[in-house]
C-alpha cells in the first residue's frame, strides 16, 4: 500500500515539472505564434533563452507545490482543497517571477507570456493531478494500492457499516481482512500473525464509546509494528499531532498520521542524506585518517569497533525493528564490550530504562577518550548513512539487546532510520533519562521537517564542543 502511495507521490514530481514547463511553451507559442500577427512583436525573447529561464521557473513552481504540502502522502485527499492549494502555489510562483523581471531591471516586452504561462500552468497542473486521481481509482478497482484493514470493535452495527461501505466503493482504496470483536490477547496474537504474513496495512477501531486505554494500546501496537491506525471516535486526543478528518458511512473517521516523514518527506530526506553525507566525508576525510593512525599508535586492536567479544558482527536495530552491521572507531580496549552488563553493571547511571550507560568507564583508552569526548569514534557512521542504513538526523541506533527490553510505546522510535545525530542528543546527550529521548525522538517523529533537520544539524557541532554530556 505505502509503496504504491509513494510511487503514486514521487512520479508528481517529473510530472508537474514537465506541466509547468509545457505551459510556458504554451504561452510562448501563443505570443510569438497567431497571436503576433493580432499584435506585432516589439522585443523577440531568443527561444533558448527562453526555454533555460522556463526551466528554471518549473524547478521555482515545484518548489512551491512542495511547501504547500502538495506532495506528501499525508497531502490533501479532497480535490477541492488540493485545487486551492495549487492555484495559490501557482499564483505565488508567478509573482516571484514578476519580481524577479523587475529586480533585475531588464526590458520584457510581453506581459501576455507572464499570464498565460500562470494560466495555462493553473489548467496543465489541476488537469494532470485529476488524471492521477482516476488513474489511482482505476488501480484501486484491481487492487493495487488497496489498503488492508483490520477492523477492532465491539459495536457490530458501525463495523458492519465500514465493511459495506468499503466493499460499495472500490475507490475508497480499503480491504476488510479481518474483524475483531476485542482488542485481548487472542486478537493480538492473531493481529501479529497478521503482521508476519503481510496481509494487513491498517487497524481501524470503531465504536463511538471505545474507552481511551483500549484506543491506546491498539495505538501502541499499529506503531510498534508500522501499521496505519484510524479510529471513528473523537477520544483519542493524545499521541499524536497530524490527524486528517473524513467521514465513512456516515460515522467520523480519524487518521492518525504518525509522522510527516511517510511519502515525499522520507524521499526528500534521503537525497538530503546522500548529499550532505558526501560532502562530510570528504571535509572529514584527514580527521578519519588522522583517526585511525591515532588508534593504532595508541593500543592493539583493530582500528574500527565492528566485531563483539565472540567474534560476531557488531549489529544495531534499525528501520521497521531490522538489525544492520554497525561500525565506529575503536575507542575500548579489544574485547571488553560484554563487561558492560556484568563487571561493570554497577556504573550504569541509566538503570531507569533499557539503555546502558557506562560513567568514567575504565574501559575506554587514551585516544578513545578523546575522540568520544567531540564524538569523532561516530565519523564512520557516514558511509552507513551512504549506504541507507542509517540518516543524518534520527533517533539513535540502539542494541539489540536493549531494544528487547523495550515497551511497547518505545518501539516508535523503530519507525524511521536511525540518525547519526538526533532531537535528543543536542537537548542534553547522555544527560537525558530514557524516557526523556524516547519523548524527544517521538516529537521529532511527529514534528519532522527539512528545516528542524537543517537546525539539528548546526547545532550538533556546538553542543559537541561544549562537551554537554558526554562521557
Known amino acids: 500500500m505505502k509503496r504504491a502511495e509513494t510511487a503514486f507521490t514521487a512520479a508528481l514530481v517529473p510530472l508537474d515539472y514537465l506541466l509547468v514547463f509545457a505551459a510556458a511553451l504554451t504561452a510562448y507559442n501563443l505570443r510569438f505564434g497567431w497571436l503576433a500577427e493580432l499584435r506585432p512583436v516589439i522585443l523577440e525573447i531568443p527561444f533558448r533563452n527562453y526555454l533555460l529561464f522556463s526551466g528554471m521557473v518549473a524547478v521555482v513552481f515545484v518548489l512551491f507545490f512542495a511547501f504547500a504540502g502538495l506532495y506528501g502522502i499525508s ?21 516571484t517571477v514578476i519580481a524577479f523581471i523587475f529586480f533585475r531591471r531588464e526590458l520584457f516586452e510581453s506581459r501576455f507570456i507572464v499570464l498565460a504561462a500562470w494560466f495555462f500552468s493553473v489548467i496543465y497542473v489541476i488537469v494532470g493531478r485529476i ?64 503482521v508476519e504474513e503481510d496481509k494487513i496495512d491498517e487497524i481501524v477501531a470503531t465504536g463511538a464509546d471505545a474507552d481511551r486505554e483500549t484506543l491506546t494500546r491498539i495505538l501502541g501496537f499499529a506503531y510498534s509494528h508500522q501499521l496505519g491506525f484510524k ?41 538530503f542524506d546522500v548529499v550532505v553525507a558526501l560532502i562530510l566525508i570528504i571535509i572529514t576525510s584527514p580527521v578519519m585518517l588522522v583517526t585511525a593512525v591515532a588508534i593504532k599508535l595508541d593500543s ?11 567474534d560476531r558482527p557488531v549489529a544495531r536495530i534499525g528501520e521497521h525493528g531490522r538489525s544492520f552491521r554497525y561500525i565506529k572507531f575503536r575507542s575500548m580496549k579489544p574485547r571488553t564490550h560484554s563487561m558492560r552488563y556484568k563487571e561493570l553493571a554497577d556504573y550504569d547511571v541509566r538503570k531507569d530504562g533499557p539503555l546502558v550507560k557506562i560513567k568514567d568507564d575504565p574501559r575506554i583508552t587514551r585516544v578513545g577518550k578523546f575522540i568520544r569526548r567531540y564524538s569523532i569514534d561516530e565519523l564512520p557512521e557516514l558511509f552507513l548513512v551512504l549506504i541507507g542504513e542509517m540518516s543524518l538526523v534520527g533517533p539513535r541506533p540502539h542494541l539489540p539487546e536493549e531494544v528487547e527490553k523495550y515497551l511497547e510505546h518505545h518501539r516508535r522510535v523503530l519507525s524511521v532510520k536511525p540518525g ?4 535528543a542528543q543536542v537537548s542534553g546527550r547522555a544527560d537525558l533519562s530514557f524516557e526523556d529521548e524516547v519523548r524527544l525522538d517521538t516529537y521529532y517523529l511527529e514534528n519532522w521537517s527539512p528545516w528542524m533537520d537543517l537546525a539539528i544539524l548546526i547545532k550538533t557541532p556546538i553542543v559537541v564542543l561544549e562537551r554537554k554530556g558526554a562521557f
Open 75 to 95: 497531502g490533501p485527499r479532497r480535490l477541492r482543497l488540493e485545487v486551492t492549494r495549487l492555484f495559490l502555489a501557482c499564483s505565488t510562483g508567478i509573482m
Open 131 to 194: 488524471l492521477i486521481r482516476l488513474l489511482q481509482r482505476l488501480l484501486l478497482k484491481y487492487g493495487v494500492g488497496v489498503r488492508r484493514v483490520a477492523i477492532v470493535s465491539h459495536d457490530q452495527r458501525s463495523s458492519n457499516a465500514l465493511t459495506t461501505a468499503f466493499a460499495n466503493h472500490p475507490a475508497l482504496g480499503y480491504r476488510v481482512i479481518m474483524h475483531f470483536p476485542q482488542f485481548d490477547d487472542t486478537t493480538r496474537a492473531e493481529l501479529n500473525r497478521l
Open 231 to 271: 479510529y471513528t471516535a473523537d477520544l483519542l486526543t493524545t499521541h499524536a499531532k497530524n490527524t486528517e478528518l473524513g467521514d465513512v458511512a456516515g460515522l467520523p473517521f480519524v487518521e492518525i498520521k504518525g509522522t510527516r516523514l511517510d511519502g515525499w518527506g522520507r524521499i526528500f530526506k534521503r537525497v
Open 300 to 310: 592493539r586492536g583493530p582500528i574500527f569497533f565492528s566485531r563483539l567479544d565472540d
Open 420 to 423: 547519526i545525530t538526533g532531537l
